[in-house]
């Protein structure tokens, strides 16, 4: 699980919580897409590594 309330330090940081809805509404305003864009990749990509979404949607966005 990517979203620790508990630990109060810096560790998930750059893990994005497909599970909650507060962590896609930000990562879909930062980028600039839709909710579904976000999920999708994180399905795509299997990955939740805020940096490996942004270059799948960055990539994905230039087609």
Request: with cysteine; charged share 40%; aromatic share 4%.
């Amino acid at each position: 699980m990517a979203d620790n309330k508990s630990k109060k330090d810096q560790r998930d940081r750059n893990k994005l919580s497909g599970s909650e809805n507060y962590e896609i509404q930000h990562f879909k305003e930062k980028m600039n897409v839709s909710s579904q864009a976000v999920t999708g990749a994180i399905r795509a990509t299997g990955s939740n590594d805020c940096k490996v979404l942004e270059k799948y949607l960055k990539e994905k966005q230039k087609k």
